[in-house]
C-alpha cells in the first residue's frame, strides 16, 4: 500500500532562553493510506506536537517527514500550504467553527479558500450534510448545536475538500460515551466509504480501538513498541 504519511528519526525541541523540552524524540512512523490510526498516551506525551507536525502546522527540529510520498523539505510555503488546504483536513479538541456563520458556510469554508466555484461548493455542502443525515442542522449556528454536534459537523467540515488525510486531535474529549460513539462512528464511516486516511489521538484508548486499525502508544516523546 502507498503511504500517506512517513516519518524517520523525528525529533522535536522547544528552547526557551533558560531550558530546552524535548517534546518528541527518535519518533519513526509509517501510516498507509487508507489506515485508521490511533495514537494515545498520557497528556503531555507529545501527541499534539507530532500531529501538528504531520500537518505541516509545526516544523520538527530535525528528522524527516514525507506526505503523500513526497519530502515536506523539498516543497515550497505554497505547496505545503495547498497540502494543508486541499490534502489534510482537521478535527481540533475546540472544533473552531466560526460562531457568527451557519453551520453550511463553516462548512463551505475550506472550499472557499481554494476557490471552489460557488454553486459546486453549496452541492457539496448539501451532499455531505445529507450523507450523514444532518441537514436539519445546516441554517443553525454553533452556539445552537450541542457539543457533539459541534463535533460532528467539525468532522465534516474536515471532509469539505474531499482530502486524502484526516487529523484529529482528542476529538472525543469533553463528549460523553454516547456522543463519542457517535462521532467515530461518522469518522469511520468516512474512512471506509471514501477510504480516507484517519490518524486520531485520545488519552482514552479504549473506545477508539474497536474503530482503528491500529494503535500506538507514545509516551515521553516516544512511540513505545
Known amino acids: 500500500m502507498p503511504l500517506a504519511v512517513k516519518i ?32 494515545s498516551g498520557p497528556s503531555g506525551s507529545g501527541k ?5 507536525i504531520i500537518g505541516g502546522l509545526e516544523k520538527p527540529t530535525s528528522g524527516s517527514l514525507e506526505l503523500f510520498g513526497k519530502s515536506v523539505d523539498e516543497m515550497s510555503d505554497e505547496e505545503l500550504s495547498n497540502i494543508r488546504l486541499k490534502e489534510i483536513g482537521f478535527i481540533f479538541q475546540e472544533q473552531n467553527l466560526l460562531p457568527f456563520i451557519t453551520v453550511s458556510e463553516n462548512i463551505e469554508l475550506p472550499m472557499t479558500l481554494a476557490n471552489i466555484p460557488k454553486t459546486q461548493r453549496k452541492e457539496r455542502v448539501q451532499e455531505l450534510l445529507k450523507s450523514f443525515s ?30 486524502r488525510l484526516i487529523l484529529g486531535d482528542e476529538p472525543t474529549s469533553g463528549l460523553d460515551r454516547d456522543n463519542a460513539l457517535i462521532l467515530l462512528r461518522l469518522l469511520k464511516e468516512i474512512n471506509s466509504r ?12 479504549e473506545l477508539l480501538r474497536r474503530f482503528s486499525s491500529r494503535n500506538l502508544l507514545l509516551v515521553n516523546g516516544s512511540i513505545q513498541l
Open 134 to 163: 444532518l441537514e436539519h442542522l445546516s441554517s443553525r449556528f454553533p452556539y445552537e448545536l450541542s457539543m457533539g454536534e459541534r463535533q460532528r459537523i467539525a468532522a465534516i467540515r474536515a471532509m469539505a475538500n474531499k482530502p
Open 48 to 52: 499534539t506536537t507530532l500531529l501538528s
Open 194 to 205: 471514501y477510504g480516507t486516511t484517519i490518524v486520531l489521538t485520545t488519552t482514552d484508548p
Open 8 to 39: 524517520s528519526r523525528l525529533c522535536k525541541v522547544y528552547k526557551s532562553a533558560s531550558s530546552a523540552h524535548e517534546a518528541l524524540r527518535d519518533v519513526e512512523l509509517q501510516v498507509e493510506e487508507g489506515e485508521f490510526l490511533v495514537i
